[in-house]
């Protein structure tokens, strides 16, 4: 009976360190899809302002 509850004991641990660890798989890619969503976001309004100004160099010119 012991060997049968150390084996079961271990699965149960095995189990627990798989869902730790595919849990914190989860919140980094969800971290890093959330950086990536604000660096697409800010090089749109990096290039619009870039646009922006060479229209209003144009003008002035």
């Not at 149960?12 to 730790?20: D, E, I, N, T, Y």
């Not at 969800?30 to 309004?45: E, F, H, I, P, W």
């Not at 870039?50 to 010119?61: K, L, T």
């Amino acid at each position: 009976m012991k060997l049968r509850f150390q084996i079961l004991a271990l699965g149960f641990v095995g189990v627990l360190m798989a869902a730790l660890v595919g849990g914190v798989g989860i919140f980094g890619a969800l971290r890093l899809a959330g950086a990536v969503d604000n660096a697409q976001t800010m090089g749109t309004a990096l290039q619009k302002s870039q646009h922006s100004d060479m229209m209003h160099d144009a003008i002035r010119g």
